[in-house]
C-alpha cells in the first residue's frame, strides 16, 4: 500500500496520543447528540420533553436523526410558532451534518502506521468502499485534524445548547434530569 508522506510541519504523536485523540474526538461527539435531542423536544414542543428526547434516540443513525430534525424545523416555523429560530436553527444542523462526516471518518477509518524521517507517524485512513471518488488526500486525517474534532464538537455542541436554551425559554419548555423508575 502506498501512503502519502506527512508534511514535516504536522506535529507528530505517540500511537497513544493518536488513539488518545481519536477517543477524546468520539466521546465529544455525545454532547451533539445530547443537545441535538433537546433541540428536537423544542421543536416539537414537548411538554414532557423527556418522552421527545426518548423518540429522538429510538431512531438508528445520525443521519436519520438529522432529517427528522431538519422536518421538525420546517413544521415548526410553519406552525405558527416563534420562526426567528429557523435560520439559526438550520446553519446549526448544516454544521452538524458536516461534522457527521468527520464523525464517521474518526470511527470508521484504521490507523495507519508508517515510518518517515526517523519516527512513526500515525494517520486515519477510511477503508476503500467508503471513499469512492474521493481523492487520496480527502481520506485521510494526520494527527491536527484528529485532536481538533475534539474541539469542533464541543464547540458545536455548546452552541446547539445555548441556542436550545434561548428557544426553551421562548416555549416555557424545562428540562429535568432522567431518572429510571
Not at 464538537?153 to 452552541?159: G, H, I, N, R
Request: glycine share 4%; net charge negative.
Amino acid at each position: 500500500m502506498s501512503v502519502s508522506k506527512v508534511p514535516a510541519s504536522f506535529p507528530n504523536a505517540s500511537a497513544a496520543e493518536f488513539a488518545e485523540a481519536v477517543g477524546r474526538a468520539l466521546l465529544a461527539w455525545q454532547a451533539i447528540e445530547a443537545a441535538c435531542a433537546k433541540l428536537f423536544a423544542c421543536l416539537v414542543v414537548a411538554h414532557n420533553t423527556q418522552a421527545a428526547i426518548t423518540a429522538f434516540y429510538s431512531i438508528n443513525g445520525f443521519a436519520q436523526r438529522l432529517i427528522m430534525m431538519k422536518n421538525a424545523t420546517r413544521a415548526f416555523a410553519s406552525g405558527g410558532d416563534d420562526d426567528s429560530f429557523e435560520p439559526q436553527i438550520t446553519a446549526l444542523l448544516e454544521r452538524a451534518t458536516e461534522a457527521t462526516r468527520l464523525r464517521n471518518q474518526l470511527s470508521h477509518s484504521k490507523i495507519i502506521e508508517t515510518f518517515q524521517d526517523a519516527a512513526y507517524v500515525f494517520h486515519l485512513e477510511m477503508p476503500e468502499p467508503a471513499w469512492a471518488g474521493r481523492s487520496k488526500k480527502g481520506r485521510l486525517l494526520h494527527y491536527p485534524a484528529v485532536r481538533a474534532a475534539e474541539g469542533q464538537f464541543q464547540s458545536l455542541a455548546a452552541d446547539i445548547e445555548t441556542l436550545t436554551g434561548h428557544l426553551a425559554a421562548a416555549l416555557g419548555l424545562e428540562f429535568h434530569p432522567f431518572v429510571p423508575n
